[in-house]
C-alpha cells in the first residue's frame, strides 16, 4: 500500500493543492475539511474523473473529538497513518488593540490547537510503526512577525515551537517533523490583498515574485520521502525572511 497521508484543511488554497498532487502521484490521501463541503467534492470529483481516489472527510480540527472521529476513520480503513499535514488555518488583519478575546481563541483553536490536536491523536499510531512524518504548515509570520496580525504570528511561533520540541522527543521513535513556512502566496487566504499590498510584498521578495501552492507542495513531497531532516522551520518565501 502507498504512504497513507491526511491533509487537512484541504479543501481550498495550499491544502487542496496539496492533497491534489499527492494524489496524482501515487499516495493514498483523506483530505480533512470543515466547512468548504462543495469545494472538498469537487476536489474528489476531479481527481475521480481521472481514475484517482481519494477519502474527504468533514472535521473540526481545532476540536480533539472531531479529530478522533476523523482518525479513527483512517486507521479503521487503512490501519496506518504514515504522515500528517497540519494546514488548516485562517487569518485576519487588525490592530493589536482591537483583537477581541473572541479573535485571540478563534485563532489559537484554528491555527494552533488543531495540529497540536491532530499530531498528538496520530503520533500513537506511528510510535507504534516506529515511522512517520508530521509536516505542519507555518508561515514567514511565525519566524518574523506581522504588525497588524500579532494574533496569527503568535501561532505560526507556537506551531514552529512545538515543531522543534516534537522533533526532538519523536526522533527516537524514527518520526520526523518538520514546518514550512510559507511566503506571500497567491492563494484564497490572500485574496483580500488589493495590488498595491501585492506589489510591496513583490518589492519586498528578492525573487520578486509571488509564490504559488505548488511551491508549498514540492516541499511537502520531499520531506514526505526525506528520512533524514527534522526539527526543521524550512522557508520556501523566495527570500523574504533571511
Known amino acids: 500500500m502507498s504512504k497513507v497521508i491526511i491533509v487537512t484543511g484541504a479543501s481550498r488554497g495550499i491544502g487542496r493543492n496539496i492533497a491534489y498532487n499527492l494524489a496524482i502521484n501515487g499516495y493514498t490521501v483523506i483530505a480533512n475539511y470543515n466547512n468548504s463541503e462543495q469545494e472538498a467534492i469537487k476536489l474528489k470529483e476531479e481527481l475521480h474523473n481521472q481514475g484517482i481516489e481519494i477519502d474527504i472527510f468533514k472535521a473540526n480540527v481545532s476540536k480533539r473529538g472531531e479529530v478522533q472521529k476523523l482518525v479513527e476513520f483512517v486507521i479503521q480503513k487503512y490501519n496506518k497513518i504514515d504522515v500528517l499535514i497540519n494546514n488548516a488555518g485562517i487569518a485576519q488583519t487588525k490592530l493589536f488593540t482591537d483583537i477581541t478575546d473572541e479573535d485571540f481563541e478563534q485563532m489559537l483553536k484554528t491555527n494552533l490547537y488543531s495540529a497540536f490536536y491532530a499530531t498528538q491523536e496520530v503520533v500513537k ?20 512577525g506581522a504588525s497588524c496580525e500579532v494574533h496569527y504570528s503568535i501561532s505560526k511561533a507556537g506551531i514552529d515551537g512545538m515543531t522543534k ?3 526532538k522527543e519523536l526522533g527516537p521513535s524514527n518520526i520526523r517533523v518538520n514546518s514550512i513556512a510559507p ?6 487566504m490572500n485574496k483580500n490583498l488589493t495590488e498595491e499590498d501585492w506589489n510591496m510584498l513583490i518589492e519586498e521578495t528578492p525573487l520578486m515574485k509571488k509564490g504559488q501552492p505548488i511551491d508549498i507542495t514540492r516541499c511537502v513531497k520531499w520531506l514526505i520521502e526525506d528520512e533524514f531532516t527534522t526539527g526543521q522551520v524550512i522557508s520556501v518565501d523566495g527570500g523574504m525572511v533571511i
Do not use: P, Q, Y
Open 165 to 167: 520540541a516534537l522533533a
Open 183 to 188: 511566503g506571500a502566496i497567491d492563494t484564497d
Open 125 to 144: 499510531f506511528m510510535i507504534r510503526e516506529h515511522k512517520g512524518s508530521i509536516i505542519n504548515i507555518s508561515s514567514m509570520h511565525g519566524k518574523s
